[in-house]
């Protein structure tokens, strides 16, 4: 506080021109106020551009435990409290880790907004078995991809045509049900996956042009000709405030396990990555493809990456052991 009175008043004796200064307000602006969890979320969440959602349900949870207070008031122990009331509610330890990295995130925003000298009750706190339920997620067959892709085209139905698309693009469920028709191009066959006010993108690495091969080409110009007059590619999951994925991940997760149990959506981008490490495409060809955030180093951010012919390719190389013939 001495410190910081001090350079305040060296400011106005600095200045030009003399002004009259009363040291109580001057002492009064000075003087930390306190910032509770509730608005501290909401000032940290403003133009960040990140999924917001993950970072509520962290943040109730702390609130459930130890309520809306000052976000320094926090303690280690009360942490430890989240940890188990998430672990009692079923949650998997990789969906623990990622809600206390978001209350560690907040806490030392706020930590910082106050000038608070304080210690993270978040930072490397333990979680007991961590790792040790995770799942490694199914794939596809070949058979079970024509099947699904013979199915969808025959159908007749958009919320099916999502499928072949899903399995061809190795795109993530939002950003297909999410796609407008300025983000599709059939005369070049590609689409490309783009932030716009109802859905974000995951990543920067997420934007991308992607490449229509096979039945995810054919299920794109069948919804071409049953497209109305919306902007949207699926106006089924389109509301006013974004798109509704997880209503279409559960419509379409049942009709997958009615066909392939224990499999999903999701398992549709593991399977193209298997597939294309099988067709020995390189990792980086992968990572551009399906949107990853690349693991090899500096020196792949460089440049503008591989155009769509090379995507193409690749996609090509994969998609002729799935084709559909009528």
């Known amino acids: ?3 910081m009175l001090t350079e305040r008043l060296d400011d106005l004796w600095k200045s030009d021109r003399v002004k009259p200064v009363s040291l109580d307000q001057l002492v009064r602006s000075l003087e930390p106020s306190a910032l509770d969890l509730l608005t501290c979320t909401e000032t940290y969440l403003k133009g960040r551009g990140i999924a917001e959602k993950p970072v509520w349900l962290a943040v109730r949870m702390l609130m459930e435990v130890a ?3 000052d976000v320094t008031t926090y303690t280690r122990a009360e942490a430890r409290q989240v940890v188990e009331a998430l672990l009692a509610k079923g949650n998997k330890t990789a969906t623990v880790r990622r809600r206390v990295q978001s209350l560690h995130a907040v806490l030392e925003f706020g930590y910082h907004e106050q000038e608070a000298d304080r210690r993270n009750p978040f930072a490397r706190i333990t979680i007991p078995s961590e790792g040790r339920d995770s799942l490694r997620r199914g794939v ?4 079970d991809l024509v099947a699904i892709y013979r199915d969808a085209l025959g159908s007749g ?3 099916r045509l999502v499928l072949p698309i899903l399995g061809e693009t190795g795109a993530r469920l939002a950003e297909v049900v999410g796609l407008r028709w300025e983000d599709v ?9 783009t932030p716009h006010p109802l859905r974000r993108v995951k990543t920067r690495s997420s934007e991308r042009e992607v490449p229509l091969v096979g039945s995810a080409l054919q299920a794109m110009r069948e919804l071409y000709s049953l497209r109305g007059d919306g902007d949207f590619v699926f106006p089924r999951w389109v509301r006013d405030h974004g798109i509704v994925a997880t209503h279409a991940s559960n419509t379409l997760n049942k009709y997958i396990r009615s066909r392939v149990g224990g499999l999903s959506c999701h398992c549709f981008r593991h399977t193209l990555r298997d597939r294309l490490r099988n067709a020995g495409v390189s990792s980086e060809l992968i990572d551009e493809i399906g949107g990853w955030a690349s693991s090899g180093g500096v020196g792949t951010r460089y440049g503008l990456g591989y155009n ?3 995507k193409r390719e690749a996609l090509h190389s994969i998609s002729q052991q799935v084709i559909v013939t009528n």
């Open 1 to 3: 506080m001495a410190r």
């Open 157 to 159: 139905r958009d919320t």
């Open 67 to 69: 309520g809306n207070r």
């Open 185 to 193: 191009c059939l005369s070049r066959e590609v689409i490309r996956i």
């Open 308 to 310: 769509l012919d090379r």
């Open 140 to 143: 596809f067959t070949d058979a």
